[in-house]
């Protein structure tokens, strides 16, 4: 069992950055990982994701704005968000899967981020 706690959500004027963490109380060496978002009333939906063996895909909404990145010394995935939009306004989430075992997957609790027009 892993258990993912993220952080830096908030509330930012168009334009501005955050940074999101998702901190995971296992490594994260044998796991394909992913930031995902969901905004009211809408279907979740893929922002970014790191596969094995360090594949990195972005939706093209976020393309050029947002960077994801891990770091295996302290087991965090983390996402830089820049030139943040109103539409990018969502309770975003990190999701892990063992490359290993598939049917191992684990959700983040969700971090809000919320951009003012």
């Known amino acids: 069992q892993v258990q993912l706690v993220e952080s830096g959500g908030g509330l930012v004027h168009s334009g501005g950055s955050l940074r999101l963490s998702c901190a995971a109380s296992?490594?994260?060496?044998?796991?394909?990982m992913a930031w995902y978002r969901q905004a009211p009333g809408k279907q979740r939906e893929l922002v970014a994701s790191?596969?094995?063996?360090?594949?990195?895909v972005y939706a093209d909404s976020v393309t050029g704005r947002f960077i994801i990145s891990s770091d295996r010394t302290t087991n965090t995935l983390s996402l830089q968000m820049t030139n943040l939009k109103p539409e990018d306004t969502a309770l975003y989430f990190c999701?892990?899967?063992?490359?290993?075992?598939?049917?191992?997957?684990?959700w983040g609790q969700g971090t809000q981020v919320t951009v003012s027009s």
């Open positions: 999701y892990f899967v063992s490359v290993i075992q598939t049917d191992r997957e684990y």
């Open positions: 790191i596969t094995h063996p360090g594949n990195i």
């Open positions: 296992a490594s994260i060496l044998i796991y394909n």
